[in-house]
C-alpha cells in the first residue's frame, strides 16, 4: 500500500472531536453583575450589614429614581450631569491636543525627554486633590479651576503612554520608510503614530480614570454645579456625612454622588472612544488612487 493510500485510511479513521462554541464574554459580564447585585441584595436584606453604611438596591434605586424626577440643587440631574461632561470633555480634548505631541517629542528627542520627563514624573504621583487648594488660590472657584484639575489628572498618562510607544516603534520600519525618502512629518503621521497608537489609547482610558475620580472632587471642593456639589453640601448640613441618626436619607448624598458618576461614566466612555476612533482615522493611511 502506498504512502498515499495510507494517509487516506487514517484521515477516514480519525476520529472527529466536536468543536465548542466559546463562551461569550458579554455573557460571562453579565452572569459576574447578576451575582454580585444578588449578594448586594442577600447581605442587606438579611441584616449582615446596616443599611446605613450599605443601602440595599431598592433603597438606592428608589433614591436614584427621586433625583432623576426632582433634581437637586435647584436643578436637574441632566443638567448637573451636563455640567460634569463639559468640563470632563473640555479637559479630555486639551489633554489629547497637548500630551500627545509632548509625548512624540519626548519620545523622539533626547532633549525633550529630558526637560519635560522629571516635571511629569514629579507631579504624576500626586493625587490631584492634593493640590486642589493651590490651584483654587492660583486660578479662582470658577470653571478654570475645575477644568486644570480633571486636564492634570488625564495628561500624564497620556504623555508618558505616547512617549513610550514611540520609543517602541520597530527601527525596521523607521529604515524602510527612511530609505524610500519620507520626510520627518511623514514619519511621524505614517510610520511613528499608527506604531504608537495602542500605547496612545491605553493611556487615554487610564487618563480618563483617572479624571473621573476627580471629577466628583473638584465639583464638590469649588463649584456650584455637577455630580460631586451635593455630597459635599450634604455632608455639611448633616454634620457627620452619613450622620448618626441611622436614617437612610442622611446616606442619600453618597448614594447621589455615586449614581451620577456612575451615569457620567458612561458618556465620557463614549466621548474617549469617539476620541479614539478619530485617532485611528487620522493615523491610518489613506488610500491613493491613480
Given at each position: ?55 440595599g438596591p431598592g433603597a438606592v434605586l428608589s433614591k436614584g ?163 460631586g456639589v451635593h455630597g459635599a453640601v450634604g455632608g455639611t ?18 448614594v447621589r454622588d455615586g449614581a451620577g458618576i456612575a451615569g ?27
Amino acid at each position: 500500500m502506498s504512502t498515499l493510500e495510507l494517509s487516506d485510511v487514517e484521515a477516514t479513521t480519525q476520529v472527529k472531536t466536536p468543536r465548542t462554541a466559546p463562551t461569550d464574554t458579554r455573557s460571562i459580564s453579565t452572569v459576574t453583575v447578576a451575582v454580585l447585585i444578588l449578594l448586594w441584595w442577600a447581605v442587606t436584606h438579611w441584616g449582615f450589614i446596616d443599611p446605613l453604611f450599605l443601602p440595599g438596591p431598592g433603597a438606592v434605586l428608589s433614591k436614584g429614581w427621586d433625583v432623576l424626577n426632582n433634581g437637586y440643587m435647584d436643578a436637574t440631574l441632566w443638567q448637573h450631569l451636563g455640567s460634569s461632561l463639559g468640563r470632563i470633555g473640555l479637559a479630555l480634548l486639551a489633554a489629547v491636543l497637548t500630551a500627545i505631541p509632548l509625548g512624540v517629542a519626548m519620545g523622539c528627542n533626547r532633549i525633550a525627554r529630558g526637560i519635560f520627563d522629571p516635571i511629569i514624573e514629579f507631579y504624576r504621583p500626586v493625587p490631584p486633590l492634593a493640590y486642589l487648594p493651590l490651584i483654587v488660590i492660583w486660578c479662582g472657584i470658577g470653571e478654570l479651576s475645575k477644568v486644570l484639575l480633571i486636564y492634570l489628572a488625564i495628561f500624564a498618562p497620556i504623555a508618558i503612554a505616547t512617549a513610550n510607544g514611540v520609543r517602541n516603534v520597530d527601527p525596521a520600519k523607521l529604515r524602510a520608510a527612511r530609505c524610500l525618502g519620507a520626510s520627518r512629518t511623514q514619519l511621524i503621521r505614517h510610520v511613528i503614530l499608527p506604531s504608537a497608537l495602542p500605547d496612545i489609547l491605553t493611556g487615554l482610558r487610564i487618563g480618563l480614570g483617572g479624571g473621573l475620580v476627580d471629577l466628583g472632587g473638584g465639583g464638590a471642593d469649588c463649584g456650584d454645579s455637577g455630580i460631586g456639589v451635593h455630597g459635599a453640601v450634604g455632608g455639611t448640613v448633616s454634620g457627620d456625612g452619613c450622620g448618626d441618626s441611622g436614617d437612610f436619607a442622611d446616606c442619600g448624598d453618597c448614594v447621589r454622588d455615586g449614581a451620577g458618576i456612575a451615569g457620567a461614566a458612561t458618556p465620557a466612555g463614549a466621548l474617549a472612544r469617539a476620541v479614539a476612533w478619530v485617532m485611528a482615522r487620522r493615523a491610518s493611511p489613506q488610500p491613493r488612487h491613480l
